[in-house]
């Protein structure tokens, strides 16, 4: 299986097909929770690790969850690969999670990840489509209803696993951001036709 070596986070990162690999997105949302300096994370949606790894690197303690059990075996993997040890979760957002935590990070899907079954098919196809492409976007058009509902769900959760005055750091496509109109954010930076926010509790 072919590996990526990121030089500039210091981590190595195998991929899979079946789980979507490390994008743009994925790095920038990892340098603003940095900049954030948190204590403790939450990578939701941790696909192959890559946030929650590199974050355990620079100290701060993060652990990953996400729905695709073959997510959660890669980020095991690629985190015994960089030397770092790991919390991982199997769950439907914060089904599966008790704790709270400083900073929750959020890449969502294509598509509403309400079973384990339809999560492992979009990542499948996911891992086949090259992110920030026409393609991707036209894909994205005829699921983003459930995507939404997604993004919906996980802002109304996230706020009981937040400490106080944690923080949210996630990609927001354009059609999504009315979500936010009553919630305290800001965004730190757009990205193909959406915005890379941080939604305060």
Not at 59 to 86: F, Q, R, S, W
């Amino acid at each position: 299986m072919p590996e990526q070596h990121f030089s500039e986070f210091h981590i190595t990162i195998k991929h899979i097909r079946g789980v979507s690999s490390v994008g743009d997105e994925t790095k920038i949302i990892a340098h603003h929770a940095k900049a954030l300096q948190p204590q403790t994370a939450l990578d939701m949606g941790c696909g192959t690790g890559f946030i929650s790894i590199y974050l355990n690197t620079i100290g701060i303690d993060c652990e990953a969850v996400d729905i695709n059990p073959n997510a959660v075996e890669l980020t095991k993997e690629n985190a015994k690969k960089n030397n770092i040890e790991i919390i991982t979760y199997h769950s439907d957002l914060f089904q599966n999670i008790s704790k709270k935590y400083d900073l929750i990070t959020f890449n969502a899907p294509y598509g509403n990840t309400s079973s384990a079954k339809s999560s492992k098919v979009l990542e499948f196809i996911k891992s086949f489509i090259p992110k920030k492409t026409i393609i991707t976007k036209i894909s994205y058009y005829f699921i983003r209803k459930k995507r939404k509902e997604l993004t919906k769900r996980f802002l109304e959760q996230a706020q009981s696993h937040l400490n106080e005055n944690g923080k949210c750091i996630l990609l927001m496509d354009n059609y999504e951001m009315d979500l936010l109109k009553e919630k305290k954010h800001m965004v730190l930076e757009p990205f193909f036709g959406g915005q890379i926010v941080l939604v305060e509790s």
